[in-house]
């Protein structure tokens, strides 16, 4: 696991889109193509119209990159909770990329449909070989959820490959998320977390005894490299060293 601490949230978002832009070099040059899966929320939002902005957008061959979600809230795409259109918005439609190159989750359909919907998309899209990201893209919540792997919900110890739907109990809402067993099939994972109110969640998940119940990030343990980008201030609660 690699630590990228830096003094600003501008500067972390550069160090991960510098590291986006290598790992998509480095897995097209090896097989054709890069495999994302996007993170959702706002943070990444910076990040992405960062990639999209002029001076990256010519450093990735975008029409050999393949977008996926890590998660989805179960609204429609239009909705402003939508992660599908955060991406969108920022990242897809400003590159122009193809839609045969994005899958998004069908939110059209009940979540247990969806997901089951989402699990076959990803299995028809890499075939016989295991489904593997070249590179999952992660978010922090400040109660340590990561996708929307929350905490005390049954799709923690769920052992599939693919995705589930999860009932967010108190808000009565369902997400759409990817299960850890595929997150940590990727080659690489990415944690992009910045600003202090992370910073207890980033000391639980690093630092503290593994509960996953409580801090289900802890789940993330990819056989590929794992890379955590903080600010400063999203690090600040983790041992000195
Ligand atoms: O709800 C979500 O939250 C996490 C964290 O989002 P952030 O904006 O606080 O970084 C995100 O990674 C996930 O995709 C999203 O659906």
Not at 29 to 46: D, E, I, Q, T
């Amino acid at each position: 696991m690699e630590l990228h601490i830096t003094p600003t949230a501008e500067q972390v978002l550069t160090d991960l889109a510098d590291y986006f832009v290598a790992q998509a070099g480095r897995a097209i040059a090896a097989r054709g193509r890069f495999v994302v899966a996007l993170s959702g929320g706002n943070s990444p939002r910076k990040l992405y119209k960062l990639l999209a902005s002029p001076a990256y957008r010519e450093k990735v061959a975008w029409p050999q990159v393949f977008f996926f979600f890590g998660d989805e809230r179960n609204v429609p795409a239009t909705d402003a909770e939508s992660n599908y259109r955060m991406a969108n918005e920022a990242l897809l439609e400003p590159l122009g990329i193809a839609a045969a190159q994005v899958f998004a989750v069908h939110t059209t359909l009940p979540p247990a449909a969806a997901a089951a919907a989402y699990t076959r998309t990803i299995q028809g899209f890499f075939g016989a070989e295991e489904a593997c990201f070249d590179l999952a893209l992660l978010g922090l919540g400040d109660n340590s959820h990561t996708a929307s792997l929350f905490p005390h919900t049954p799709v923690l110890h769920d052992a599939s490959v693919g995705a589930r739907e999860v009932l967010l109990a108190d808000k009565n809402v369902f997400r759409i998320t990817l299960t850890a067993p595929l997150l940590n099939q990727a080659r690489a994972v990415a944690f992009l977390v910045y600003g202090e109110d992370k910073a207890a969640a980033v000391r639980h998940v690093l630092h503290d005894a593994r509960d996953v119940d409580e801090f289900p990030a802890q789940l993330i343990a990819p056989t590929g490299e794992t890379h955590w980008f903080l600010d400063q201030a999203a690090a600040s609660l983790l041992p000195k060293h």
